[in-house]
Every structure is written in C-alpha cells, then in structure tokens.
C-alpha cells in the first residue's frame, strides 16, 4: 500500500500540474489588480432579498443556471453574490454534479473530501482533509453547494476580500492563478 502512495501521490501532482498548464494556454488570463478588487468587494457580495426568479446572470450556460435555485438559496444565506458562486461552479465543474478531479476533487465547487484519493494527503502528521464531508455527500448537488459556499463565505470573513478567500479556496501552490481566472470569468458573465 505505501509503494502505491509513492507512485499515486506524484503521478497525481503531476496531473494537477498538467491540468494548470493547460488551464493556462486555454485562458490565459490577465493579471488582476488586487486594488480594484479589493475596492469591489462590495459588488461581490450582495444583500439581495428572495425572489422567485434565477438571480445567476442569464449568459451562464445552462449547465450552471440549472442549480439557480439552490445557488440562490445559500448564497442568500452566506451575504455572496450568485454570479461569483456561478463563476466557481463554472470553473471547477463546467456545472457537472459528477465532476471528479485528477487531485481527488468532488462535485460542482470540487471540494475535497476526507475520503478517496484525499486520504492520502498528509498535512503534518495527520490527514488535511479528515473533517471534511465523504465523497458521497458530496455528490450530492445541493449538499456540494451548500458546502462550497459556507467554505467561501467563511474564507471571505477571513481574508476580508474576494480575491484572498479565492486564493484560499483554490488548488495550493499556483498563488492567484485559480483567483484571477474565476473572476475573469465573473467579470465575463456578470
């Protein structure tokens, strides 16, 4: 079992790099200015009341407008915007319920769970992700979103800006890449 780790660990660091590298060519996305976005903070989050219509701007593609109704629902819950949680979903899942990653990510926000291939990622000498959901909660759509949405809504209280509790959520160790490109794309459809 430890030889299988040696050999699955980097086999899947090396997909995640391969994954990166080609996100960069498909994208290559524009260098943020963390001022503005820090300045627009409050454009990200929203204080929008409930309303009977999908608030996920119509030029999402369907795959993502599809979950409008729950988005709406927990991003009414955690004070963030609809589209920026769209952006993510967008980004991490292109809006498929059954995404799952070469890291071991689930669902539509990919979050990793404490079991499957995140079991083995040590953080010191215990496991990172042992408090979080199972695989199969997390494919569960509502559940994922639900999730992924107080995740971020927390890393924004944290952090106090977008692009920080976007940097957090991301993958590790590719900075504000993964931040740019999901506010590229919430600039895009917004």
Do not use: H
């Not at 699955?8 to 963390?34: F, H, M, R, W």
């Not at 903070?41 to 996920?56: E, H, Y």
């Not at 977008?162 to 506010?183: C, E, S, T």
């Amino acid at each position: 079992m430890l030889r299988i780790q040696q050999l699955l660990i980097p086999a899947v660091l090396l997909g995640c790099l391969t994954v990166i590298l080609l996100t960069s060519l498909v994208y290559q996305p524009e260098k943020v200015n963390a001022v503005t976005l820090s300045n627009n903070d409050a454009n990200i989050l929203t204080q929008s009341g409930s309303s009977s219509n999908c608030a996920i701007a119509a030029s999402y593609p369907a795959a993502v407008r599809q979950w409008c109704s729950l988005i709406d629902n927990y991003t009414q819950e955690q004070n963030l915007d609809p589209d920026l949680i769209a952006a993510v979903i967008l980004e991490e899942s292109s809006g498929n319920a059954l995404a799952y990653s070469s890291s071991g990510a689930v669902g539509l926000m990919q979050i990793m769970p404490r079991d499957g291939l995140a079991t083995g990622f040590s953080c010191g000498s215990s496991p990172c992700f042992s408090s979080r959901p199972s695989m199969d909660e997390l494919y569960d759509p509502e559940f994922n979103i639900a999730y992924g949405v107080r995740m971020l809504g927390s890393l924004y209280r944290k952090y106090g800006n977008v692009r920080d509790a976007l940097l957090a959520y991301g993958p590790a160790n590719v900075g504000y890449y993964y931040a740019d490109i999901v506010l590229r794309i919430y600039a895009r459809y917004k």
